[in-house]
């Protein structure tokens, strides 16, 4: 079983995901927990200053992929990704919650929603990830 500690090591060699200010908040086979700390490069120009769509929708797709990280030891490329917004995020801290829903040998899906610092859901999504062994193939189709 992966500690919190350690998926925050291997998370936060992105320098991508150190920028997002993630941190891992709690960790199981079953369910991720992260926190994402807010910038100000994460406003959306608006006089309301919500948190842009694209940033949500990072969180969203990185959080469910971690949870597999969790689950499976490593991460697995998405094929396909649906976000649902439900309500503006405003300025403040966001918390990440990912769920894998189907662990396949080839296709997995995975779920996260974002929830803000009130603990209301502001954006939802679940993706499809390829979970194949790669392949042994090299180049000019040798195996």
Known sequence: MTTAAELEERLLASPFHRWLGLRVVSVS???LRLA??????WDNGTPERV????????LLDLAADWA???SLGSPAPTIDF?????????P?????????VKLGRSLTVAEAEVLDGAGKRVAVG??????FAPSTTTAGGGS
């Open 68 to 70: 597999l990280v969790a």
């Open 29 to 31: 086979p079953e369910e």
């Open 92 to 100: 403040g801290d966001l918390e990440v919650v990912a769920r894998p």
């Open 36 to 41: 994402a700390t807010w910038r100000e490069e």
């Open 51 to 58: 948190t842009h769509g694209g940033i949500l929708a990072t």
């Open 126 to 131: 679940r993706g499809t990830y390829a979970t």
């Open 82 to 90: 649906t976000t649902h917004f439900l309500r503006a995020a405003t």
